[in-house]
């Protein structure tokens, strides 16, 4: 067969010599021991936390090496395209702080350039034309239907589904057959011609997982689509090879992929990248652990942390616990320093499946936000609330020094203690509605009607605002004696049953009426900063309500 006509006929355009290309993309000039890492995410509209689990792991990698990160969109597959993508995936990862210093839509030096990977179309189809010429690939006329056939006769035989061996069926098409097709106009893919023999298990140095073996590819996979355009598969190779990858870190769902990887590159005649295949994320769902799934967990996607307003570090931080198992330690002991100077090590990543838990991070993020001043937190809601609060919730800013008042009381910055009541900015923002608006009540009281009233009568007969902590409270304490309430603790739990109860709970009735919630910070605060009428006006209102 005369391979070098074949691939003038299927691919007649003329493309640079071979050889150009290494000059265009030359090797890098970079340090001894810089790694170059990437992100390929596909235009899919859906960027989530797999994503961001390897881009933090390939961002550390790159940077902590003096190496480069970049980011390539992998664009070949036009039905799953969304427009807007790269938008999205690029505002995800800029809020948490993902640095790329190449890529799509980011600039950059561009030695490297395009990102996209439509936009190299002549650079694969450079190279599909050299490996028809060299017999290593060749045109496929199978149309779907036929492919779907043999799918169900493999399926039905028990055997491996795929173009291979015996079921190759345009691989063994003589030189007069491919001539035929294509003179009557049928339309064709190009696919490898694979030499690998399933009898073989190669071993395979993956960074993360070790040691393991893989099976050779005998898939006569499509490189090129009958659109011109190539797969994902010979794409990420080129793009690899050219863009000087040193190192793919990726989600272990690529594994399967890797034995086609591995004779790609070798058809090829490029070095390989290193690989390291990170483990998924797991997520405890009753007695079984399973992967975090699309459909059934909203955690997934990127987009939920920004929407409920996670504080960016503390996804981090928490994605930085579950990627290097000495990471929490390491935190601990230096909880005030960047987290750049954290060792990160791709050899500390796990094996096998990371449990995520949202639980945990929200734990995390608890402990992040309490360590900020009042000033940060109220930059943090407020960019929050621009984008995703009620026009309500952006009137709190209309006041600076008041919602720092509240913020310094909520959080507890002049006390001893830090309080910890914030896990997110729309939690946050919920927790101090009370300070703007009439609080809806969300506790139950816990005594009688008649009581509740009686209490809140008492009350506003002798409460002044100008009453200092300590008045106020043994005013409390009077409004409990003079209702059979126990005004001291000690003689409560002394003699229960001679009392209605504590000035504990005579107090809570005062915070429910006030804010709405039987756990709030400090009482005598909240009504210093709401003033005498709302004060007031709150308890009234409280009275009223049956
Ligand atoms: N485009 C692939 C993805 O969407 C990238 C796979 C790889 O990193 O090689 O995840």
């Given at each position: 067969m005369d391979y070098q006509a074949l691939a003038e006929r299927l691919l007649p355009e003329t493309y640079l010599p071979l050889e150009e290309y290494e000059k265009m993309y030359p090797p890098r000039s970079l340090p001894q021991g810089a790694e170059v890492t990437r992100l390929a995410p596909s235009p899919t509209g859906f960027i989530h936390l797999g994503n961001l689990f390897v881009a933090i792991a390939n961002e550390r990698i790159a940077h902590q090496s003096g190496g480069i990160m970049y980011l390539r969109i992998e664009d070949t597959d036009e039905k799953r395209r969304v427009d807007g993508a790269v938008e999205a995936v690029k505002n995800a990862l800029k809020y948490f702080s993902i640095r790329f210093d190449e890529g799509a839509e980011i600039g950059g030096d561009d030695t490297y350039a395009p990102w996209y990977q439509r936009q190299r179309a002549d650079i694969y189809r450079a190279f599909v034309k050299d490996l028809v010429a060299r017999g290593r690939a060749y045109p496929c006329f199978c149309t779907e239907e036929a492919l779907g056939a043999l799918r169900e006769q493999q399926t039905a035989e028990k055997k491996i589904t795929g173009y291979y061996g015996k079921y190759a069926k345009c691989r063994n098409?003589?030189?007069?057959?491919?001539?035929?097709?294509?003179?009557?106009?049928?339309?064709?893919?190009?696919?490898?011609?694979?030499?690998?023999?399933?009898?073989?298990?190669?071993?395979?140095?993956?960074?993360?997982?070790?040691?393991?073996?893989?099976?050779?590819?005998?898939?006569?996979v499509v490189i090129l689509k009958s659109d011109g355009i190539p797969t994902y598969h010979f794409a990420h190779a080129v793009d690899d090879h050219f863009m000087r990858t040193t190192l793919v870190v990726r989600g272990e769902e690529w594994l399967a992929s890797l034995p086609i990887h591995i004779e790609l590159f070798s058809v090829l005649g490029f070095d390989r990248p290193r690989y390291g295949h990170n483990c998924s994320l797991m997520k405890q769902d009753g007695e079984t652990r399973r992967k975090l799934s699309k459909r059934k967990d909203p955690e997934l996607s990127l987009e939920f942390y920004r929407l409920e307003g996670y504080y960016p570090r503390a996804v981090r931080v928490y994605m930085l616990t579950l990627l290097n198992s000495n990471f929490e330690e390491w935190y601990m002991k230096n909880p005030d320093k960047p987290l750049e100077e954290f060792p990160f090590?791709?050899?500390?990543?796990?094996?096998?499946?990371?449990?995520?838990?949202?639980?945990?991070?929200?734990?995390?993020?608890?402990?992040?936000?309490?360590?900020?001043s009042a000033e940060e937190m109220y930059g943090f809601l407020e960019e929050w609330t621009k984008e995703y609060g009620t026009d309500a919730q952006k009137a709190y800013f209309n006041d600076r020094e008041y919602l720092l008042k509240v913020l310094d009381l909520c959080m507890g910055t002049g006390g001893k203690k830090r309080r910890k009541d914030f896990t997110t900015a729309r939690q946050s923002m919920e927790f101090i509605s009370c300070f703007f608006e009439n609080a809806t009540r969300q506790d139950e009281y816990r005594v009688d009607e008649e009581t509740k009233r009686a209490i809140l009568n008492e009350f506003l007969k002798t409460y002044s605002c100008a009453d200092d902590a300590k008045v106020w409270f043994s005013k409390v304490k009077d409004v409990a004696g003079s209702l059979g309430f126990a005004p001291e603790m000690k003689d409560y739990k002394a003699a229960p049953e001679n009392y209605k109860g504590s000035v504990a709970d005579v107090a809570e009735v005062l915070r429910i009426a006030v804010t709405?919630?039987?756990?709030?910070?400090?009482?005598?605060?909240?009504?210093?900063?709401?003033g005498e009428n709302k004060t007031r006006e709150r308890i009234l209102c409280a009275e009223e309500e049956a």
């Open positions: 098409l003589s030189e007069a057959e491919i001539y035929r097709n294509l003179d009557a106009g049928k339309p064709f893919v190009i696919r490898l011609k694979s030499m690998g023999d399933p009898e073989n298990k190669i071993k395979f140095r993956d960074e993360i997982k070790g040691e393991i073996t893989v099976t050779e590819n005998d898939q006569d090590s791709v050899r500390k990543m796990g094996k096998s499946g990371a449990l995520f838990d949202l639980d945990k991070l929200s734990d995390v993020s608890k402990n992040e936000l309490s360590r900020l709405g919630r039987a756990n709030t910070p400090d009482l005598w605060s909240i009504m210093q900063i709401l």
